[in-house]
């Protein structure tokens, strides 16, 4: 009987918490459908600009399955540095010059094997002339940990700040301190930022230690500056420090807030660069627009690996600084259904 009592009043107790059902029944099945989603688009094909080549080779790189268009020499150059390709082709005699936009070592190779495929397919192994390769960014050195690392980068910074500001906030909301903040003469906005540069402060130090143990430590590959690197990381952290206390504003209990993780930077992941987005069904990729997280590994992939400057990360810079300071904002009007000051 005691043991049946127990089940009923867990029954019931989970029967009432709307969110917790819903987690577990319907989020597994949304996630499940966006995963589905990402792995079953479609092959990639690698991004060539064509200089001055054959029509029969071109013709041959279009069958091995590559997105082939003819350049002229600067045109191609450019779109190489914009990202619009993933390497350029010209032909000397009937010796390929290959050059790789180079940031992912997975195209690199994809682009290598195509253009090999190709080349043997116009004249026997034994007479084809080894092509000439060159970098625009990393080199033939460069394993899959230096593109993936900036990205995970972001990752752990931001996941790991939600989930600590958002219980931290939490704690403070149940313990009862909000409400005798509420009660004092501070002003919603001087509470919201008091937190937030108080929680930021950390997340600052976070960010530093990151950085340093990522490229100092575990050498990822670091091409362009530092302070940049650390800009980013930092309003990355700001992003998901105010993203977190807003959504800690809807949660009773730490269970609550941890929750959010499946929802709120699960799809993150999966659009943050980790996974190729241009083998996604075009209607999906949308969704990446609205990821914070998206725009800060975007960001860090341009300044660790492309070594690139202020013009590359402006856009990014500026969507984050939004972010975080509309989370501010709705974070003091989240403040009102505690107590109107």
Known sequence: MRIRALVLRITRQLLHDKRTLALMFVAPLLLLTLVSFIFNGATYKPKLGLVNVP?????????AGADARSYGAAEAEQALQNGALDATISLDGMSPAIRLEGSDPTKNKAVLLLVQKAAQSLQPQSQAAAPRISYLHGSEDMVPFDSFGPVLVGVFAFFFVFLIAGISFLRERTGGTLERLLASPLRKWEIVAGYIL???????????????YCVQ???????GSYGFLLLITLLLTLTA??????????????????QFIPIVIVPQVFFSGLFDLDTMAPWLRWLSTIMPLKYGADALRNIMIRGQGWDSIAVDVYVLAGLS?????????????????
């Open 325 to 341: 300071l509309a989370f501010m904002l709705l974070n003091v009007l989240a403040l009102r259904k505690h107590r109107q000051v």
């Open 241 to 258: 420090l105010s993203l977190g206390i807003l959504l800690s504003s809807y949660a009773a209990n730490e269970f609550q807030m941890i």
């Open 198 to 212: 108080g929680f930021g402060l950390f997340t600052a130090l976070q960010s530093v230690v990151i950085v340093v």
């Open 55 to 63: 029509a029969a080779f071109a013709e041959k790189l279009a069958d």
């Open 217 to 223: 430590v575990l050498g990822l590959m670091m091409v």
